[in-house]
């Protein structure tokens, strides 16, 4: 079956360390994205990533970190210096768009952050 | 920037039609999207429209733009109770990857 997988579902950290939350994709998309999640708030976009080895801030980038070093693979690092990381973390890809085309993203089934 | 303001919540009664609105600012926008959300979950696409639409219908759902008051409404007629759930509707930026998400509707279906 084609997906997005997050694990875990849910994570539980101490203040203070940073934590790593999992984000794979078997769909063959180019672009992959993280929003964070909040009541009331809708969703905002941390980072998001068109290819390989090339990612770029979103709305709310500020203490998360991102790598790209394969397709299938988007990993975010929420660091000590975000100050209220306790939230739920959506992943989602899509093929790469063009300027003016329809962006379909196709969303994993999330991880809940809570940060003690 | 872009910005997509929805009410946050709506009830109603089985059976009944549900219409959720959402407003937004991009005139540019190309796509207008509506995206489902059960609880604990991630969000499913529903229904899209094209800018140059006015009106999408698929099954229950039926979406309506008006662009000059760069208005969006989707439509669910006969709702049930598996309808229950966060809508959010979102528009594509100008850009090439970007979607700006409206802050959801709880839609609560009661029997």
């Known amino acids: 079956d084609g997906g997005i997988t997050q694990s875990p579902k849910y994570l539980f950290r101490k203040e203070g360390q940073n934590v790593t939350l999992s984000c794979e994709q078997n769909?063959?998309?180019?672009?992959m994205y993280w929003y964070r999640q909040d009541p009331g708030q809708g969703l905002r976009l941390i980072y998001y990533s068109q290819i390989v080895n090339d990612f770029q801030k979103g709305d709310i980038a500020e203490g998360y970190s991102v790598s790209r070093e394969k397709k299938e693979s988007f990993p975010l690092t929420v660091t000590s210096a975000q100050k209220n990381p306790t939230a739920f973390y959506l992943c989602?890809?899509?093929?790469?768009?063009?300027?003016?085309?329809?962006?379909?993203?196709?969303f994993g089934p999330g991880t809940r952050l809570t940060v003690l | 920037g872009e910005d997509v303001e929805q009410s946050l919540f709506l009830s109603v009664r089985e059976g009944d039609s549900s219409v959720i609105n959402c407003t937004y600012t991009d005139s540019s926008s190309t796509y207008l999207y509506w995206y489902k959300q059960e609880p604990g979950a991630g969000l499913q696409l529903l229904t899209y429209i094209f800018s140059n639409m006015d009106m999408k219908q698929d099954q229950r759902l039926t979406v309506l733009l008006n662009k000059k008051d760069k208005h969006l409404s989707l439509r669910i007629a006969d709702t049930q109770t598996g309808d229950s759930a966060i809508y959010f509707c979102a528009e594509s930026d100008t850009g090439f990857q970007k979607l700006v998400f409206g802050t959801g509707t709880r839609l609560l279906v009661s029997p």
């Open positions: 769909l063959n998309h180019d672009a």
């Open positions: 989602a890809s899509s093929i790469r768009r063009t300027s003016g085309s329809l962006n379909e993203q196709f």
